[in-house]
Each structure stands twice: as C-alpha cells, then as structure tokens.
Nanobody, 116 residues
Framework: QVQLVESGGGLVQAGGSLRLSCAAS????????MGWYRQAPGEQRELVAT???????NYRNSVKGRFTVSRDNAKNTVYLEMNSLKPEDTAVYYC??????????WGQGTQVTVSS
C-alpha cells in the first residue's frame, strides 16, 4: 500500500517562504512524475508544478520564478520550495505521484496560508 506523507505547510506573511515535502512509502518500483496541486476554498484543484523522473519540470504561470519543484528518487520524496509568497497562494497543497503502472497516489494535503 503506497502512502504519501506531506509536511511543511503553515502560516507565513506575504513575501515569505515555505518548503513543502512529500515522502512516499510502500513502493519498490519508484515513481514517474511527481507533482503538486492546490485547492483554495470554493475553487477547483489546480496544477502547481510537476517533475518527471528525468528532471523535467512544469509550472503554472502564476508561480514561475517563485516556486521550485525538486525530487530525491532515493528517498521517494518531492519538494516544493515556495518563495515570494502571495495571499493568492493560500490553499491546501496536495502532492501526487504516478507509478510506472500509471497509478496515481495523493497526499493528505497541507494548508498553506499567506497573510497580507
């Protein structure tokens, strides 16, 4: 049973930084794409950033230049470094992993709140 455990959310002032982590357990075969989504109250879940097994990254336009996604394959962990945070970044952030059989797994979500 694959489990994803997130950490690193919290409350920060606008302009501040946070680093999210998400570690997977229960998979012996590694993962293909890892990524982060977020969902604000009353909004749909949206893609934030992804990173492939080869290290290629993709970001939503509003976070480009401020957020950095990275991964440690040995630890089955993905990170999201968030800088210059804005109030509109406030949301619950979810990590997601896809395994080689194209099964998708989701973390439990971690709250990020940016005060103005």
């Amino acid at each position: 049973q694959v489990q994803l455990v997130e950490s690193g959310g919290g409350l920060v002032q606008a302009g501040g930084s946070l680093r999210l982590s998400c570690a997977a357990s229960g998979n012996r075969f590694g993962f293909n794409t890892m990524g982060w989504y977020r969902q604000a109250p009353g909004e749909q879940r949206e893609l934030v950033a992804t990173i492939t097994s080869g290290g290629a990254t993709n970001y939503r336009n509003s976070v480009k230049g401020r957020f950095t996604v990275s991964r440690d394959n040995a630890k089955n962990t993905v990170y999201l470094e968030m800088n210059s945070l804005k109030p509109e970044d406030t949301a619950v952030y979810y990590c997601t992993f896809r395994d080689p059989r194209l099964n998708d797994y989701w973390g439990q979500g971690t709250q990020v709140t940016v005060s103005s």
